[in-house]
Nanobody
Framework: QVQLVESGGGLVQPGGSLRLSCAASESIFSIFLMAWHRQAPGKQRELVALITSAGGRNYADSVKGRFTISRDNAKNTMYLQMNSLKFEDTAVYYC?????????WGQGTQVTVSS
């Protein structure tokens, strides 16, 4: 069972940047898909970005050009670089890993964009 721990959230002003990290308890080399999701208050959880084991990436339209997803297999860590943050990016961000054994989630990290 893969355990995922997010970090890097916090309070940032509009236009600012944050980098989220998702540390896995075991090797992510063979995890075929990892993703970041987010859930804002009163809204459903939504996919923000995903990355495959082959390095393929996909982004929600709302974050294209501002967010970059990456993974470092040597460190068993996935990242989300978030630039040009907007008020509407405020949410709890969750790390997700889809493996042959199951679908795993972290506990989430809060990102608040406020002036």
């Amino acid at each position: 069972q893969v355990q995922l721990v997010e970090s890097g959230g916090g309070l940032v002003q509009p236009g600012g940047s944050l980098r989220l990290s998702c540390a896995a308890s075991e090797s992510i080399f063979s995890i075929f898909l990892m993703a970041w999701h987010r859930q804002a208050p009163g809204k459903q959880r939504e996919l923000v970005a995903l990355i495959t084991s082959a390095g393929g990436r996909n982004y929600a339209d709302s974050v294209k050009g501002r967010f970059t997803i990456s993974r470092d297999n040597a460190k068993n860590t996935m990242y989300l670089q978030m630039n040009s943050l907007k008020f509407e990016d405020t949410a709890v961000y969750y790390c997700n890993a889809k493996t042959g054994a199951g679908d795993y989630w972290g506990q989430g990290t809060q990102v608040t964009v406020s002036s």
